[in-house]
Protein backbone atom coordinates (compact mmCIF):
# COMPACT_ATOMS: atom_id res chain seq x y z
CA UNK A 1 0.00 0.00 0.00
CA UNK A 2 1.25 3.29 -0.32
CA UNK A 3 0.08 6.47 1.63
CA UNK A 4 1.07 10.35 2.01
CA UNK A 5 1.67 11.22 5.48
CA UNK A 6 -1.83 11.19 6.27
CA UNK A 7 -1.72 7.78 5.41
CA UNK A 8 1.34 6.95 7.55
CA UNK A 9 -0.59 8.64 10.86
CA UNK A 10 -3.35 5.98 10.16
CA UNK A 11 -0.96 3.39 9.90
CA UNK A 12 1.16 3.84 12.91
CA UNK A 13 -2.16 3.99 14.54
CA UNK A 14 -3.44 0.78 13.52
CA UNK A 15 0.00 -1.46 14.24
CA UNK A 16 1.33 0.77 16.93
CA UNK A 17 2.21 -1.40 19.93
CA UNK A 18 1.95 -4.48 18.42
CA UNK A 19 5.61 -4.62 17.02
CA UNK A 20 5.69 -6.60 13.83
CA UNK A 21 5.56 -3.79 11.57
CA UNK A 22 8.05 -3.22 9.21
CA UNK A 23 7.96 0.22 6.96
CA UNK A 24 10.35 1.81 4.50
CA UNK A 25 10.02 5.13 4.10
CA UNK A 26 11.80 7.09 0.92
CA UNK A 27 12.25 10.67 1.27
CA UNK A 28 13.88 13.57 -0.66
CA UNK A 29 16.96 15.15 0.81
CA UNK A 30 16.07 18.84 2.96
CA UNK A 31 13.19 17.63 4.41
CA UNK A 32 11.92 16.01 7.74
CA UNK A 33 9.10 14.01 8.90
CA UNK A 34 7.17 15.52 5.78
CA UNK A 35 9.87 13.73 3.44
CA UNK A 36 7.32 10.76 3.03
CA UNK A 37 5.92 10.05 -0.13
CA UNK A 38 5.58 6.62 -0.17
CA UNK A 39 4.76 4.02 2.49
CA UNK A 40 4.66 -0.02 2.97
CA UNK A 41 3.87 -1.92 5.73
CA UNK A 42 4.10 -5.56 6.79
CA UNK A 43 2.94 -7.14 9.67
CA UNK A 44 3.83 -10.94 9.92
CA UNK A 45 5.57 -12.89 12.22
CA UNK A 46 8.49 -14.78 10.21
CA UNK A 47 9.15 -13.76 6.84
CA UNK A 48 7.44 -10.81 4.82
CA UNK A 49 8.19 -9.45 1.15
CA UNK A 50 6.46 -6.67 -0.43
CA UNK A 51 6.99 -4.41 -3.26
CA UNK A 52 8.06 -0.51 -3.98
CA UNK A 53 7.97 0.21 -7.63
CA UNK A 54 10.75 3.12 -7.79
CA UNK A 55 9.25 5.46 -10.40
CA UNK A 56 13.28 6.70 -11.50
CA UNK A 57 14.43 2.88 -12.30
CA UNK A 58 11.14 1.90 -13.47
CA UNK A 59 11.12 -1.14 -11.89
CA UNK A 60 9.54 -2.82 -8.88
CA UNK A 61 12.20 -2.96 -5.56
CA UNK A 62 11.62 -5.91 -3.46
CA UNK A 63 12.08 -5.64 0.72
CA UNK A 64 12.03 -7.96 2.53
CA UNK A 65 11.75 -8.92 6.68
CA UNK A 66 12.14 -11.66 8.24
CA UNK A 67 11.37 -11.06 12.31
CA UNK A 68 12.89 -13.51 14.84
CA UNK A 69 11.84 -12.16 18.36
CA UNK A 70 12.92 -15.61 19.86
CA UNK A 71 16.60 -14.62 18.42
CA UNK A 72 15.58 -11.06 19.13
CA UNK A 73 16.33 -10.32 15.57
CA UNK A 74 14.84 -8.34 12.79
CA UNK A 75 16.77 -8.44 9.39
CA UNK A 76 15.47 -6.37 6.34
CA UNK A 77 16.52 -6.65 2.63
CA UNK A 78 16.65 -3.29 1.39
CA UNK A 79 16.51 -3.42 -2.27
CA UNK A 80 19.05 -1.34 -4.64
CA UNK A 81 16.82 2.84 -4.66
CA UNK A 82 18.14 5.74 -6.61
CA UNK A 83 17.21 7.60 -3.31
CA UNK A 84 18.32 7.82 0.28
CA UNK A 85 15.38 5.81 2.70
CA UNK A 86 14.43 5.58 6.29
CA UNK A 87 13.22 2.15 7.31
CA UNK A 88 10.74 2.19 10.40
CA UNK A 89 10.46 -1.17 12.54
CA UNK A 90 8.26 -1.10 15.50
CA UNK A 91 10.32 -2.40 18.26
CA UNK A 92 12.40 -1.98 21.33
CA UNK A 93 15.43 -0.45 21.29
CA UNK A 94 17.94 -1.89 19.65
CA UNK A 95 21.36 -3.04 21.12
CA UNK A 96 22.91 -2.48 17.77
CA UNK A 97 21.96 -2.07 14.02
CA UNK A 98 24.14 -2.91 11.52
CA UNK A 99 24.77 -2.85 7.72
CA UNK A 100 25.97 -5.62 5.72
CA UNK A 101 28.01 -6.64 8.74
CA UNK A 102 29.09 -2.88 9.88
CA UNK A 103 27.70 -1.35 12.99
CA UNK A 104 25.93 1.35 12.42
CA UNK A 105 26.15 5.28 14.30
CA UNK A 106 23.21 5.04 17.08
CA UNK A 107 22.08 8.86 16.81
CA UNK A 108 20.58 9.68 20.20
CA UNK A 109 18.06 12.34 18.68
CA UNK A 110 15.79 12.68 15.29
CA UNK A 111 17.33 15.42 14.08
CA UNK A 112 20.86 14.36 14.57
CA UNK A 113 19.77 11.28 12.21
CA UNK A 114 17.91 13.67 9.81
CA UNK A 115 21.56 15.45 9.36
CA UNK A 116 23.63 12.31 9.56
CA UNK A 117 23.98 10.40 5.71
CA UNK A 118 23.11 6.94 7.79
CA UNK A 119 22.96 5.74 11.45
CA UNK A 120 19.91 4.77 13.31
CA UNK A 121 17.79 6.63 16.22
CA UNK A 122 14.77 4.45 18.14
CA UNK A 123 11.64 7.07 18.97
CA UNK A 124 10.38 6.17 22.57
CA UNK A 125 7.25 7.96 22.11
CA UNK A 126 6.51 5.61 18.66
CA UNK A 127 8.35 2.77 19.67
CA UNK A 128 10.04 3.52 16.27
CA UNK A 129 13.81 1.95 15.38
CA UNK A 130 14.67 4.34 12.21
CA UNK A 131 17.58 3.39 10.31
CA UNK A 132 18.56 5.61 7.34
CA UNK A 133 20.78 4.44 4.47
CA UNK A 134 22.38 6.43 1.59
CA UNK A 135 21.42 5.35 -1.88
CA UNK A 136 22.98 2.20 -3.62
CA UNK A 137 23.04 0.43 -6.35
CA UNK A 138 23.22 -3.15 -4.38
CA UNK A 139 20.56 -4.50 -2.04
CA UNK A 140 21.88 -3.62 1.91
CA UNK A 141 21.03 -6.16 4.78
CA UNK A 142 20.26 -4.38 7.90
CA UNK A 143 20.22 -6.28 10.88
CA UNK A 144 18.84 -5.01 14.72
CA UNK A 145 19.87 -6.82 17.32
CA UNK A 146 18.78 -7.04 20.87
CA UNK A 147 15.27 -6.36 20.25
CA UNK A 148 12.07 -7.61 21.50
CA UNK A 149 8.38 -6.57 19.99
CA UNK A 150 7.18 -3.02 20.58
CA UNK A 151 5.77 -2.56 24.36
CA UNK A 152 2.20 -1.98 24.79
CA UNK A 153 1.98 1.23 26.78
CA UNK A 154 0.16 0.83 30.35
CA UNK A 155 -1.64 4.71 29.96
CA UNK A 156 -3.21 3.00 27.18
CA UNK A 157 -4.28 -0.17 29.14
CA UNK A 158 -7.47 -1.04 31.32
CA UNK A 159 -7.30 1.03 34.71
CA UNK A 160 -8.76 0.51 38.03
CA UNK A 161 -8.02 2.57 40.48
CA UNK A 162 -5.13 4.53 38.91
CA UNK A 163 -4.35 7.70 37.02
CA UNK A 164 -2.32 8.47 33.80
CA UNK A 165 0.58 11.00 34.41
CA UNK A 166 3.72 12.81 32.76
CA UNK A 167 5.72 14.31 35.35
CA UNK A 168 8.57 12.14 35.89
CA UNK A 169 10.57 12.09 32.49
CA UNK A 170 12.15 8.84 30.02
CA UNK A 171 9.06 7.16 29.56
CA UNK A 172 7.88 5.69 26.28
CA UNK A 173 3.76 6.17 24.84
CA UNK A 174 2.37 9.48 26.20
CA UNK A 175 3.04 8.97 29.78
CA UNK A 176 2.71 6.38 32.15
CA UNK A 177 0.29 4.87 35.00
CA UNK A 178 0.35 7.11 38.06
CA UNK A 179 -1.71 6.03 41.44
CA UNK A 180 -0.79 2.63 41.52
CA UNK A 181 -0.72 2.79 45.31
CA UNK A 182 -3.78 1.03 46.90
CA UNK A 183 -5.69 -1.99 47.36
CA UNK A 184 -7.65 -3.04 44.82
CA UNK A 185 -5.65 -1.16 42.01
CA UNK A 186 -4.86 -2.89 38.87
CA UNK A 187 -3.82 -2.19 35.08
CA UNK A 188 -4.46 -4.70 32.86
CA UNK A 189 -3.93 -4.44 28.93
CA UNK A 190 -4.50 -6.85 25.87
CA UNK A 191 -1.22 -8.62 23.99
CA UNK A 192 -0.75 -10.83 21.66
CA UNK A 193 1.33 -13.84 21.78
CA UNK A 194 2.38 -15.10 17.94
CA UNK A 195 3.73 -18.55 19.43
CA UNK A 196 2.96 -20.87 22.29
CA UNK A 197 5.69 -21.10 24.69
CA UNK A 198 7.34 -19.58 27.39
CA UNK A 199 7.66 -15.76 27.32
CA UNK A 200 9.13 -13.01 29.28
CA UNK A 201 6.97 -10.43 30.14
CA UNK A 202 8.82 -7.23 31.33
CA UNK A 203 6.94 -4.32 32.86
CA UNK A 204 8.64 -1.09 33.16
CA UNK A 205 8.26 0.68 36.51
CA UNK A 206 9.28 3.29 38.93
CA UNK A 207 9.62 2.76 42.03
CA UNK A 208 10.81 5.72 44.18
CA UNK A 209 10.14 4.80 47.61
CA UNK A 210 13.17 2.23 50.00
CA UNK A 211 11.11 -0.75 49.66
CA UNK A 212 10.30 -3.48 46.85
CA UNK A 213 6.80 -3.18 45.52
CA UNK A 214 4.84 -6.48 44.30
CA UNK A 215 2.08 -6.83 42.40
CA UNK A 216 0.45 -10.20 41.34
CA UNK A 217 0.08 -10.88 38.28
CA UNK A 218 -2.44 -12.42 35.79
CA UNK A 219 -2.94 -13.42 32.41
CA UNK A 220 -6.47 -14.37 31.09
CA UNK A 221 -7.52 -14.42 34.73
CA UNK A 222 -5.35 -16.77 35.89
CA UNK A 223 -2.66 -15.73 38.23
CA UNK A 224 0.70 -16.82 37.29
CA UNK A 225 2.51 -15.32 39.75
CA UNK A 226 4.18 -12.48 41.95
CA UNK A 227 6.20 -9.97 40.67
CA UNK A 228 8.92 -8.13 42.40
CA UNK A 229 9.56 -4.62 42.03
CA UNK A 230 12.72 -2.64 43.52
CA UNK A 231 13.47 0.62 44.56
CA UNK A 232 15.18 2.72 41.76
CA UNK A 233 16.31 5.12 44.08
CA UNK A 234 14.00 7.89 43.19
CA UNK A 235 10.93 8.62 40.94
CA UNK A 236 12.74 9.64 37.67
CA UNK A 237 15.00 6.35 37.39
CA UNK A 238 13.21 3.90 35.31
CA UNK A 239 13.93 -0.45 35.87
CA UNK A 240 12.61 -3.41 34.23
CA UNK A 241 11.03 -6.24 36.41
CA UNK A 242 10.39 -9.57 34.16
CA UNK A 243 8.17 -12.90 34.86
CA UNK A 244 8.70 -15.67 33.25
CA UNK A 245 5.28 -17.64 31.85
CA UNK A 246 3.86 -20.15 29.24
CA UNK A 247 1.54 -18.16 26.96
CA UNK A 248 -0.69 -19.95 23.98
CA UNK A 249 -1.09 -18.53 20.70
CA UNK A 250 -3.62 -15.26 20.60
CA UNK A 251 -4.71 -12.56 22.77
CA UNK A 252 -3.65 -12.66 26.15
CA UNK A 253 -4.94 -9.90 28.18
CA UNK A 254 -1.74 -9.26 31.08
CA UNK A 255 -3.19 -7.94 34.36
CA UNK A 256 -1.21 -6.78 37.26
CA UNK A 257 -3.25 -5.94 40.26
CA UNK A 258 -1.46 -4.22 43.35
CA UNK A 259 0.14 -6.21 46.30
CA UNK A 260 2.38 -3.92 48.35
CA UNK A 261 3.90 -0.18 48.00
CA UNK A 262 3.60 2.51 45.37
CA UNK A 263 4.82 2.36 41.78
CA UNK A 264 4.80 4.11 38.29
CA UNK A 265 4.13 1.85 35.61
CA UNK A 266 5.57 2.78 32.48
CA UNK A 267 4.50 -0.21 29.75
CA UNK A 268 4.54 -3.90 29.27
CA UNK A 269 6.53 -6.55 26.75
CA UNK A 270 6.11 -9.57 25.93
CA UNK A 271 9.01 -10.92 24.91
CA UNK A 272 10.42 -14.32 24.01
CA UNK A 273 13.10 -15.75 26.48
CA1 LIG B 1 -5.00 4.36 43.28
CA1 LIG C 1 4.15 4.54 28.72
Redesign the pocket.
Known sequence: MSAGTGGLRSALAATLYRGSAVFLAIYVAGSAISFLVHLFMARALGATSYGYFEDSANQTRTITSTENFAGHQVTVSVPPLSTKSTLQVASSKPTSVTKDGVTMTAHATLAALQSASEGWYWDPVQQLTLVKTASSAAARSVVLNGVDKA?Y????GTNTGTTTNTDHAG???????DGFETSGDAVSVDTQADVTGSHVLKF?YSNGAATTATRTIQVDGVTVGTLNLPTTGNWDTWSTATLTTTLTTGKRTVKAIYGTGGIN???ITVARP
Not at 153 to 156: N, V
Open positions: AEAEFYTGTGFVRLDN
